[in-house]
T-cell receptor, first 119, second 116 residues
Framework: AQKVTQAQTEISVVEKEDVTLDCVYETRDTTYYLFWYKQPPSGELVFLIRRNSFDEQNEISGRYSWNFQKSTSSFNFTITASQVVDSAVYFC????????????????FGTGTQLKVEL | DADVTQTPRNRITKTGKRIMLECSQT?????MYWYRQDPGLGLRLIYY???????NKGEISDGYSVSRQAQAKFSLSLESAIPNQTALYFC???????????????FGPGTRLTVL
């Protein structure tokens, strides 16, 4: 069974602060995929990143960075110099490989972290 | 035009009514999914379909049914809506061809359903 835990229900920061959103996962698959999605107040899901289990390189995209550590089963997301526009719910998700029986391509989502960035 | 569309975008209905939520895609994908989002619970899979003749239950299928009318269309029905089915519903699609062992899911804009 797969499980994704986002222990932080809500985080409030002041603009320009750095903030890290935690994600811990559980899976029996040796090949798996991790994701982060952003859900702004308008409600749509915005894909941010996908990381393969065999690629532990950290990634940076502008003010966003991701730290993938298989040893601790974590895939944390950091926003540097946060802005009001970053206010949203952020979801971490996990999927197995498509070749696994039982629909390996299904996404298992965490419960989300509500990020509020204030002026 | 959006690749994955959902209709209606918002719906308010009463307990006991039959409701159908529709999803259409122009991406040519074989796989389609229905998820439900509740506050504090994230998204949970209701049903998924790998092609027109292959429909599977997800983790929370009770009270729901689906129909895959064509490759491009996947409908979710609530035969007799109840208040705890009030939620945000997302449709998603993904390709069948294997690339790196995973195919990205593309989400529709969501349907906000309220059952009174």
């Amino acid at each position: 069974a797969q499980k994704v835990t986002q222990a932080q229900t809500e985080i409030s920061v002041v603009e320009k602060e750095d903030v890290t959103l935690d994600c811990v996962y559980e899976t029996r698959d040796t090949t798996y995929y991790l994701f982060w999605y952003k859900q702004p107040p308008s409600g749509e899901l915005v894909f941010l990143i996908r990381r393969n289990s065999f690629d532990e390189q950290n990634e940076i995209s502008g003010r966003y960075s991701w730290n993938f550590q298989k040893s601790t089963s974590s895939f944390n997301f950091t926003i540097t110099a946060s802005q009001v526009v970053d206010s949203a719910v952020y979801f971490c998700a996990l999927s197995g490989p498509i070749w696994r029986t039982g629909g390996g391509n299904k996404l298992t989502f965490g419960t989300g972290t509500q990020l509020k960035v204030e002026l | 035009d959006a690749d994955v569309t959902q209709t209606p975008r918002n719906r308010i209905t009463k307990t006991g009514k039959r409701i159908m939520l529709e999803c259409s895609q122009t991406k040519g994908h074989d796989r389609m999914y229905w998820y439900r989002q509740d506050p504090g619970l994230g998204l949970r899979l209701i049903y998924y379909s790998f092609d027109v003749k292959d429909i599977n239950k997800g983790e929370i299928s009770d009270g729901y049914s689906v129909s895959r009318q064509a490759q491009a269309k996947f409908s979710l029905s609530l035969e007799s809506a109840i208040p705890n089915q009030t939620a945000l519903y997302f449709c998603a699609t993904s390709d069948l061809s294997e690339r790196e062992g995973y195919n990205e899911q593309f989400f529709g804009p969501g349907t906000r359903l309220t059952v009174l």
